[in-house]
């Protein structure tokens, strides 16, 4: 797998080429094996906010109908609770069955076996490919520090 290599103050990462990314933060890789059949899951600048997470649930049988922003299920993580939405248009597949063992997976191997859930359809219509999304990442961070001074100010 070819990734693309991201640095910006703190914060360095690689994010996989081939992969479509959200600006919610979410990543979607199409499963070679089965065309249509899409992983989702949290990019490794949300699992830095999120931090190591300890359980997954998710709202929705497989099968039912999604839509890109629909509340989907959640995560729980030490430093966070955060609401999981769907950035797919198509048919919820199941979420990932090694979250029930091992939430931390997500952010240990976020891009291989750590996706959240799966969906049959696409991608939602602003998805980003990896080097427009690093471009949002980067003015995200941006911002971010930019807040940041303003509050010590």
Known sequence: MEYAKFKHARFSARFPKTYRYSR??????EDEGEPGLWRVGFTKFATRMLGELVE?????????????GQQIGWVEGF????DV???????????NALLQED?????????????????????EEDSLDADGYLDYLNETITR???QEKEQEA
Do not use: N, T
């Not at 997954?56 to 890109?68: N, T, Y």
């Not at 939405?85 to 979420?95: K, L, P, Y």
């Open 24 to 29: 919610s933060h979410y990543w979607m890789a």
């Open 56 to 68: 997954a649930e998710f709202e929705k049988k497989e099968g039912e109908p999604v839509s890109p």
């Open 79 to 82: 430093k966070a609770a955060s």
């Open 85 to 95: 939405f769907c950035v797919m248009e198509g048919a919820f597949h199941g979420g």
């Open 103 to 123: 939430a931390c997976i997500v952010r240990s191997d976020p891009y291989i076996d750590g996706w959240l859930y799966a969906v049959r359809g696409q991608p």
């Open 144 to 146: 971010m520090q930019a």
